[in-house]
DNA sequence: TATGAATGAGTGTTCATTCAT
DNA sequence: CATGAATGAACACTCATTCAT
């Protein structure tokens, strides 16, 4: 039920956003009453912030399977590419706030009690740079959670220019020239 | 008048996102009535579009006297010395739509006719990108577009986690490492 | 409750007219909220458009019996018997559309979807002609569409100036000059 | 000055009723500003009320050339053609408000301070028919004014179904019509 | 528990009217 | 006198939230 109506929710938000969603179209989709919808979410705030949450974590689930094992280079970019490949898959989801990854602007983290979360999310997805830099791979004099905020940040604005087709860029392409700018300049030597 | 109206709007928009903004607040502040503002806008969106428009467009001029006359690799340089004091100088406007500097998500682009400006400033600017390459400084495989694009959105990124308290970083540690990362990663040699 | 809610909408709009009418006042009148009026109708204007037909249909009704099974002279003094009856008894209601009646005008017909409610209005309670002519009780060089609107017309006109209090005549003497004026006029022979 | 602004203000409410009349297009038509149509007419209401008297003078004087002299008989004739002429003429305007000649319903008359108006421009043209009484050509039980409000709320109906093209008829068959129908009613004898 | 009808605060927009120039 | 920019009251309509059933 709670699990249905957060599907629900899922759509119409990425779809329409949070101002332009109604929560009767939402109740219509999960096909419940709306008075249900507030028996499990306090507000419309709450229920956007736990669908945020959930598709992060959906996402930070890809990215640790990816990444598990690997050494922080191939880390890079199983990370890369996973991002990628999530943004395309999602990419309904991804044009209203999966910008919110890297770069949670626009929403007002504090409204949707998603402070924290970014900054645990954050915190351990740039554990990947900092043992890099442990093991010397990485140089040294880098901010790890800095670097993890470049390369996101840098994979979501050219995929947003590309999904929206102001540029014209092939997913792999992207993800390549983000490996082959970024990889040179944190690499300890090349 | 006109220009009075939109600072204020700046102001009211800046602080409270598209749809938390007033109307009536931003007639307060600019100190005229609900209805001069309808005289020179047509409507809420109009007025919104055109505080974007407004603002990157003096980012624009900042960055354009910023490069003027320099060789790519300066230029780079100046530019993103240049946006992030133009961040930090602005951050109000920069937390909900700075951003949309090279990352316009959020904004429905065709709703406040911004998608052809978009593309020209992404496209202007990228010309910094595709000099360097003209001039064999930077490397020859490289998307113009893209690489602008993976500059501006590492920098609003970084910068917009920084602004938000998230990560411990200096505005000048966050110039040095987005251009120690980038530049190795596209200039011709090392 | 949609009944509460148009006869509230009748007695406003029968006060005021449509443009003067309140939305707000009608919910008060009906003990409603505003919300619930657009529950169950679309806009001002449909909820105009419902009131009208509303009594033309009542109206039409009592019409109807009035003239059923009688003979088209019988018929068209109960016709103008009825008519005058109750623009007495909707007196309010009258002064602001009944004019409507047979005489549209005022209303945009199509704006609140009574254009084809009109012509159909019309064109039952023309019949009552129409048989007579069959019958040649009534001269066959009549249009009969014409006559009715000739009678509703002169009806509704004479009653408005006696309900303003304009000219001084009984409702009684208003029925008798349109019949004993009409009659002669339609009548075969005489 | 003040006829110029009488004249726009005629076509503007002509073609868009009272409410959505602006003053500023009635300004705009009669090129003259906003402020100075405020100089000759205290409102809109006024200036309202202005142009119908206009009209209805108008109207007056065709009418009394057209009877002048005539014998009660010829002059309802007269009456009756004049008045199909001028509505045929002044379709635009007639659809709006003409109806208010004999039927002035819909306007509030205390509003536009029209009722001492109309109550004159009954009892003015009704002395048609007192005069044929008097020369008892016309039937002596017969109410002058009811017989007037008659003969003009039947003209005025019929020929506003007409012009909305509700009915299929030729303005003389409206004349011959009502001529035909009244004329046997209130002709002395026949 | 689930429902969904009812609520009513909230806001963009219009336009008659005013008044400083 | 004439102008037309500025005013701001007014109102239809929406939709998150509640609560009686």
Redesign the interface.
């Known amino acids: 039920m709670k699990e249905k109506i957060l599907e629900a929710a899922e759509k119409v938000f990425s779809e329409k956003?949070?101002?332009e969603a109604k929560i009767s179209k939402i109740a219509e989709l999960a096909d419940v009453s709306v008075g249900t919808i507030y028996r499990f979410y306090k507000s419309k705030e709450e229920l956007y912030g736990e669908v945020i949450k959930k598709k992060l974590l959906e996402m930070e689930k890809e990215v640790e399977r990816a990444i598990e094992g690997k050494e922080p280079l191939e880390a890079i970019k199983a990370y890369v590419n996973t991002v990628v490949n999530f943004f395309s898959k999602e990419q309904d989801f991804f044009?209203?706030f999966m910008?919110e990854l890297?770069?949670?602007?626009?929403i007002?983290?504090e409204r949707f009690n998603l402070?924290e979360w970014?900054?645990n999310y954050?915190k351990k997805l740039s554990k990947i740079i900092e043992k890099g830099i442990e093991k010397e791979i990485f140089k040294s004099n880098?901010?790890p959670?800095?670097?993890f905020?470049?390369?996101?940040?840098?994979?979501?604005?050219?995929d947003?220019?590309r999904l929206?087709g102001?540029?014209d860029?092939e997913p792999n392409?992207?993800k390549n020239?983000?490996l082959?700018?970024?990889?040179?300049?944190?690499l300890n030597r090349?």
Chains 1, 2, 3, 4 share one sequence.
């Open positions: 956003g949070f101002y044009e209203i910008m890297g770069s949670s602007f626009v007002d983290a402070s970014y900054r954050v880098l901010n959670e800095g670097v905020l470049l390369i996101s940040g840098a994979l979501a604005n050219i947003y220019f929206k102001f540029i860029m392409e992207v020239l983000v082959e700018v970024v990889l040179r300049g944190i090349n």
